[in-house]
């Protein structure tokens, strides 16, 4: 199955600031998937990123907040933007595994605290 | 109504015993159905996917799809305390979602000695 470097693992940052994450996948996907977990909480997709096109956002999160880039098929990076204390959770990103088996493949994570 | 939803639990099973995990979905387009495995501060991982209705096996694990009822179920025989961990169910192709996976709030599983 595919591989997906994430990073960084952990962050702890001020509010106000901005967190560029970055996932890197071992194999050319089309399309790139950002998630966010809160605490305690299910997945919730915030976009999905494809080569060469805009982002879709789901509703609820807007791209001011999160732009995202995906300057290649191996590549996607994620902003949380102007972060405030709410913005704490876990930021997974997931592509659909070219691979095999079916399935989709998630990196690691990256577990974001706002103080 | 929730896209898909889950018990939330926990689910306790002895030892040896057979977990028996539930989730149902609202859109009968939804096209396949997965399993994933999430340990506490690690990222899911991919246990089952089944998209066809019946029963699929892999090791201790079995997967089972009903599309008339919309129901897909997680069967983990011989539980092993290592197999205590938050299940989540996830679905695809669910009307306008396209590829995305929408996923339900997820079952702590907790195996016993």
């Known amino acids: 199955s595919a591989v997906i470097s994430q990073k960084p693992s952990r962050d702890i940052c001020q509010r106000g600031t901005s967190l560029t994450i970055q996932c890197q996948v071992d194999?050319?996907?089309?399309?790139m998937f950002w998630y966010r977990q809160q605490p305690g909480q299910s997945l919730t997709l915030i976009a999905t990123?494809?080569?060469?096109?805009?982002?879709?956002?789901e509703s609820g999160f807007v791209i001011d907040k999160f732009p995202i880039s995906r300057p290649n098929l191996t590549f996607s990076t994620l902003t949380v933007s102007n972060m405030s204390p709410e913005d704490s959770s876990i930021y997974l990103c997931?592509?659909?595994?070219?691979?095999?088996?079916?399935?989709?493949?998630f990196g690691s994570g990256t577990r974001l605290t706002v103080v | 109504q929730k896209e898909v939803e889950q018990n939330s639990g926990p689910l306790s099973v002895p030892e040896g015993a057979i977990a028996s995990l539930n989730c149902t979905y609202s859109?009968?387009?939804?096209?396949?159905f997965f399993w994933y495995r999430q340990y506490s501060g690690k990222s899911p991982e991919l246990i089952m996917s089944?998209?066809?209705?019946g029963d699929k096996e892999d090791g201790r694990f079995t997967a089972q799809l009903n599309k008339a009822s919309q129901y897909v179920s997680l069967l983990i025989r011989d539980s092993q305390p290592s197999d205590s961990a938050t299940y989540l169910c996830?679905?695809?192709?669910?009307?306008?979602?396209?590829?995305?996976?929408?996923f339900g709030t997820g079952t702590q599983l907790k195996v016993e000695l």
């Open positions: 089944i998209y066809s209705n």
């Open positions: 859109d009968r387009v939804s096209q396949s």
């Open positions: 194999s050319q996907v089309t399309m």
């Open positions: 996830a679905v695809n192709g669910l009307t306008g979602g396209g590829n995305k996976l929408t």
């Open positions: 997931s592509v659909e595994d070219p691979r095999g088996p079916y399935g989709y493949t």
């Open positions: 990123a494809n080569q060469g096109s805009e982002a879709t956002y």
